[in-house]
């Protein structure tokens, strides 16, 4: 198996695994030809780490990544040389190494990503200089749970105050009986909150300026949805008026101002990371994505995921906040055609201050 299939048979069983348990990741850069990471990067983890619930009956997946300078020999030692520097950082902060198991990657190749095509050979390198890390909890751990999330920062108020003594009952519930296939409840304070009429929230937003003129309505969406002080992991936000030219790739110049405004949310909203995804409509159930006259390949829905990431790129985006995926027709919405020719920002991290 070659190195690029290898990537993506690990993605794909990584993808697998996380609809059957739940995952948190994080990256942690290196220096050019340094195996220790710098207070920055060490910065990140902790503060990612501390945000961490059940930690005690996570398991970790530790993957080594280096550019590809050097000897093959020299490459393999330095990934293996970052994934233990990891694992100890891991060890010392109370992740047992039977949790720990340890995947050696890169091995003087690039561990290429969507959207790493767009990048210059330089920023490529320095994106593969890395270690990613996977925490999961096994599925019948979580299946068990009331409160089936991993990171504190996606509590609600009343499970930020439950999680102060659940998640010590959790650890303690599993810890003494793994098999157990048991639900571990939530006091009952919780239980008649969780069962309460939600209360219509007074939603706040920012204030960001633009160059645009005339200027757009900021009323209305995507950028209403990007310019919320709620906007959450895992939120979709449609950019509904962002338009192609018919089975090509290129934006229509009518959807310029928009995507610039969208642009110049991004550049000031630095707390977002996000992935592009493109999507089609109107296929034969066989092919996996339309045909681009632009490419004269059947790859519309990856193309303009591209095109939209080489533009925000270009207005001041940081590209390694955003990757671009398309997924040809396996997500329609269920309404009329034209719906499923979309493009969509879907948010996978919101970087604490």
Known sequence: MNHRKHIAFLLFLVSFAINAQLTETHSVYFNLDDDEF??????????????????????????GYCDDRGTYGYNLDLSNRRVETVSKWLQEHAISTDHISKTIEGRGEV??????????????????RRVDLI???????????EIQ?????????????????????????????????????????????????????VEEYLDIPTSLDPEVDNSQ???????????KKGQIIILENILFYKGRSTVLEESQPLLDRVAEILVARKDIYFEIHGHVCCINPVYQDAYNRDTKKSNLSVDRARSIFQILRKRGVDYRRMKFKGYGRKKPLGGIDKLDRRVELYITKIEEE
Not at 111 to 128: F, H, K, P
């Open 221 to 231: 969406e995507p950028f209403k949805s990007l310019l919320s002080k709620r906007l």
């Open 38 to 63: 710098s207070f920055s990067e060490g910065k990140q983890l902790n503060s990612f780490f501390d945000d961490l619930l059940y930690k005690p009956l996570l398991d970790v997946k530790i993957l």
């Open 135 to 145: 925490f999961s909890l096994k599925k019948e751990f979580t299946q068990r749970l």
């Open 111 to 128: 561990a290429l990503e969507d959207g790493s095509e767009e990048l210059t050979i330089e920023d490529e390198r320095a994106q593969n």
């Open 149 to 201: 999330k991993l990171n504190a920062n996606d509590l609600t108020e009343e499970e930020a105050e439950e999680i102060k003594t659940y998640e010590k009952k959790v650890i303690k519930a599993i810890l003494e009986d793994e098999k157990s296939t048991s639900t571990i409840p939530v006091s009952k304070s919780l239980e008649k909150i969780q069962k309460k009429v939600t209360v219509e929230v």
